[in-house]
């Protein structure tokens, strides 16, 4: 799957260039089944793997001579320009984390995706990184969001919004409150649009959509379950009389493109943002097509520089909130010296 | 929609009696309209209305004459044995729990809905009431889900979940974490599950899924946002060409059983659950139809003795609470004994 998708990835992207981690013996032969892949592909040996069920403590540990760890090596030591990886999500983001280290300023790396909405397409983060998550950490993913949303999908100025459960000032626990109180108030040109709902996700309300990892995650699953159900629902619908047998061959080519609008293949390649290095999360289900889309969203963040402009975008944050705190400052000196 | 609604219910339940509550000048000419039902209700006059912009706590200093607040007051009086609203959830919630107090043992009261699954349907709670919750209030939830699952599906034993992100044991924020191993370590009858994850909604994997208030909320509406969003890609799928629009012609009726299945008015009747009086949050937006559901839920929960059958659960799971903290006492004792 890894190479057949590498395979698609290149015929649309001529220029790239592969490091495959793996064991050889097994790579080598199933690598001449693609001679135009194997003339651009090195294969570096790895004595190890990731299981799926590893935790990510044991992983990082226990498997430095894994394939996913020699690959994460390469992107630090610049053998490699960004990595993408189908395995354990965990000890991804655990090894990822501990090798290329947070890009100064930002705490705690997040995973952001995108998927369908009835405005296009909305990009969604924390996913699952950080299950709790302070204001700072809300306000850090909102930037990081932001550039990465305007690289992907080539937007001037993406629209931001706090995932909350109401658009009233008051509702939502205190992270939320405070994240959405230093968004709004901090000179910066980034679009914030205040608070968004669960229903906002498929409305495309906003381009990005902040959260904890927690919501996140649990949000992220129940639009994939829901979207399952009602394809489901619709099968059955089909099969359920003559009619709409006939009713679905006729609609069929028109009902494919509805299919092909929802395919997860298209939505596949979870960034983890926040590092000193691109690295790209495939679904472990995908296909040759999904994981060629996961190795196409590596390559637009690399050739559109993603953690420089994260990293320009935090110094003018850093700037903005000293802006903040000063002017804050000179708001509690007036009444001190109306008092004297 | 509320009096078309009531009428509705009174068909299918043809002992109900209705109280009224809103201004009577209005009411009174509306309400001659369904002479059948106008011969069950009375009319009780309130000289203030909630609106939905109210703040909580501005509906509870500040509508103490409102249809909302004396319909509770009824409640607690005794002159009605359940209310059902399609206010202000907020101003309903901090009435209800103002006027009618929680069920001794239940520190919070919870809001749970059902919905639609591969398997039938699922309940979930906490849907918006408690925002941040330790693993006491989740347990509750458990508890009170268990039990109106029990009433509202006819079942004998509802299996229950906790909603997390990940089914591995390590995985989730703590009161998750801490509530999952008081429901699988307390000898009541109650069927956990463990954990289960956000498409376990859609699949149905168990019939009772708990979870703090503001995931659930963000998941609800999230589900809610993504049919929604299916529903429009259909429609458009259906309009783009002259085949796929004969086909919808042919299969239309089977495509009407697809909606009616997906259709949010079958699940109307949100239940504040864990109060001492029957309440039930109609949608705001929904009809005739969606109300006389709400109401048909009320009525369910009424004739099923629902808070007396929670205080039964209560009273047992205590008992196995403090079964379950001696037993951890002696444990403790064993190696302070093997010391010696």
Do not use: W
């Given at each position: 799957m890894v190479l057949a998708g590498a395979e698609i990835a290149l015929k649309r992207l001529p220029h790239l260039k592969f490091l495959m981690f793996g064991?050889?013996?097994?790579?080598?032969?199933?690598?001449?089944?693609?001679p135009s892949l194997e003339a651009v592909s090195d294969i570096r040996h790895a004595s190890q793997e990731v299981m799926m069920e590893d935790k990510p403590s044991v992983a990082l540990r226990q498997r430095r001579d894994s394939s996913m760890r020699l690959a994460i090596n390469a992107v630090k030591e610049g053998d490699a320009q960004g990595v993408v990886s189908a395995g354990n999500t965990g000890a991804l983001m655990a090894m990822a984390k501990f090798v290329l280290k947070t890009v100064r300023g930002i705490d705690r790396p997040a995973i952001a995706t995108?998927?369908?909405?009835?405005?296009?397409?909305?990009?969604?983060?924390?996913?699952?990184?950080?299950?709790?998550?302070?204001?700072?950490?809300?306000?850090?993913?909102?930037?990081?969001?932001?550039?990465?949303?305007?690289?992907?999908?080539?937007?001037?100025?993406?629209?931001?919004?706090?995932?909350?459960?109401?658009?009233?000032?008051?509702?939502?626990?205190e992270s939320v409150k405070k994240a959405a109180a230093i968004l709004r108030d901090i000179d910066l040109p980034i679009r914030f649009e205040g608070f968004v709902e669960g229903d906002d996700l498929a409305k495309g309300t906003v381009d990005v959509i902040v959260t904890d990892g927690f919501t996140g995650n649990v949000a992220l699953k129940t639009a994939e379950g829901t979207a399952r159900l009602l394809v489901h629902f619709l099968r059955e619908t089909f099969k359920s009389s003559f009619f709409a047998k006939i009713g679905y061959l006729l609609a069929r080519r028109s009902l494919q493109r509805f299919r092909d609008r929802m395919d997860p293949r298209r939505y596949n390649g979870a960034m983890l943002l926040g590092l000193?290095?691109?690295?790209?999360?495939?679904?472990?289900?995908?296909?040759?097509?999904?994981?060629?889309?996961?190795?196409?969203?590596?390559?637009?963040?690399?050739?559109?520089?993603?953690?420089?402009?994260?990293?320009?975008?935090?110094?003018?944050?850093?700037?903005?909130?000293?802006?903040?705190?000063?002017?804050?400052?000179?708001?509690?000196?007036?009444?001190?010296?109306?008092?004297?």
């Open positions: 064991d050889e013996a097994k790579l080598k032969p199933l690598l001449a089944k693609y995108y998927m369908p909405t009835q405005r296009g397409e909305t990009v969604m983060l924390d996913l699952g990184a950080n299950i709790e998550c302070d204001e700072h950490n809300l306000v850090q993913f909102a930037l990081m969001g932001e550039v990465f949303t305007r690289i992907l999908f080539g937007l001037e100025k993406p629209s931001v919004g706090l995932l909350n459960v109401g658009i009233e000032e008051l509702k939502g626990n000193n290095g691109i690295a790209v999360k495939s679904h472990g289900g995908t296909d040759a097509l999904g994981f060629s889309n996961a190795i196409g969203v590596c390559h637009d963040l690399i050739v559109n520089n993603l953690n420089d402009s994260i990293k320009h975008e935090l110094a003018l944050f850093e700037e903005a909130m000293s802006g903040l705190e000063n002017a804050e400052q000179e708001d509690v000196a007036v009444p001190v010296g109306q008092a004297n």
